[in-house]
C-alpha cells in the first residue's frame, strides 16, 4: 500500500462522508418543513370560530375565525407592498369594532398605485379571516409616517398603539357582501421559506465533486512517475 496516499484519502473519504450526511439531514428538514406547512394549511382552512377572548400569537396564529362590528370611519392605514405579476401595492389596514371583543385591527387587503378605497360601510359586518402576527419588521424598516398613516410593515403591537386597538390582526379570507374597494390578500403558506431541497441538492453535489476530485488525486498519484 502506498502509505503517502493514506492521509488523502482519509481527507477525501471523510469529506464526503460530512456532505452527505449534511445532505441527508437537509432531506430530514424538508419532510418535516412539508409536514409543517401541510399542518398550516389544514389550519388557515378550517371552519371559522368565534375570536378568542385572550387570542396567542404563538398558539393562535392563523386561526380562522368570524366577527361582527362596525368599520371605524375615517381611519385607515396604509402600507406598500408587492405583489407578484403586478409590482408595487398598497395594503390597507383599518381598525374595527367588533360588537363583544372589543376594537381590532383588520387586513382589508390590497388596491393598485393610489385607487381610492369605498366608504367603509357604516351598518354591521360580518368578517370572516385569518388571525395573523406578522413579522415583518427588523431594524433597518423606516418609522411610519403617523400624519398620513403610511406603514412601511404590518407592526401590529405600533399599530394597535397608534390606533387605539387590541393588537390583534384579522386577515379577510374574502370580502363581505359590502364593497370595499380591495382585493382580499388571505393568509397562506408563500412567505414561509421551504429552500431545504435545494440546500440537499447543493450538499450532495459537493459530495460527489468532493468524491470525483478525491478520486481524481489518489488515480494520478499512483500513476506517476517517480
Known amino acids: 500500500m502506498n502509505w503517502r496516499l493514506l ?18 439531514w437537509q432531506v430530514q428538514r ?3 418543513k412539508e409536514a409543517l406547512l401541510a399542518d398550516i394549511e ?32 375615517d381611519v385607515q392605514a396604509k402600507m ?5 405579476q403586478i409590482g408595487a401595492v398598497h395594503r390597507h389596514i383599518v381598525p374595527f369594532e367588533t360588537l363583544t371583543d372589543g376594537r381590532i385591527l383588520v387586513d382589508i387587503g ?16 360580518m368578517l370572516t379571516g385569518n388571525l395573523d402576527w406578522p413579522r ?3 431594524g433597518f424598516t423606516p418609522a411610519p409616517d403617523l400624519k398620513d398613516n403610511f406603514w412601511f410593515a404590518r407592526d401590529v403591537p405600533a399599530m394597535a398603539q397608534a390606533y387605539d386597538t387590541r393588537p390583534i390582526l384579522l386577515v379577510l379570507r374574502a370580502a363581505p357582501n359590502t364593497v370595499l374597494g380591495t382585493t382580499p390578500w388571505p393568509v397562506d403558506t408563500a412567505g414561509i ?11 450532495f453535489s459537493l459530495a460527489a465533486i468532493w468524491g470525483a476530485m478525491t ?7 499512483r500513476n506517476k512517475k517517480d
Open 193 to 203: 421559506p421551504n429552500d431545504h431541497l435545494q440546500y440537499a441538492i447543493t450538499w
Open 215 to 221: 478520486f481524481l488525486f489518489v488515480w494520478r498519484s
Open 7 to 24: 492521509f488523502p484519502l482519509v481527507i477525501g473519504l471523510g469529506g464526503i462522508a460530512l456532505l452527505v450526511s449534511l445532505g441527508t
Open 30 to 32: 424538508l419532510g418535516w
Open 80 to 84: 406598500l407592498a408587492s405583489r407578484r
Open 42 to 73: 389544514t389550519r388557515i382552512a378550517a371552519d371559522p370560530v368565534p375570536l378568542p377572548v385572550q387570542p396567542d400569537p404563538d398558539a393562535d396564529r392563523y386561526l380562522p375565525v368570524r366577527v361582527e362590528g362596525r368599520f371605524v370611519p
Open 110 to 125: 390590497w388596491t393598485e398605485d393610489d385607487t381610492a378605497l369605498a366608504p367603509l360601510p357604516t351598518v354591521p359586518v
Open 136 to 138: 415583518e419588521t427588523d
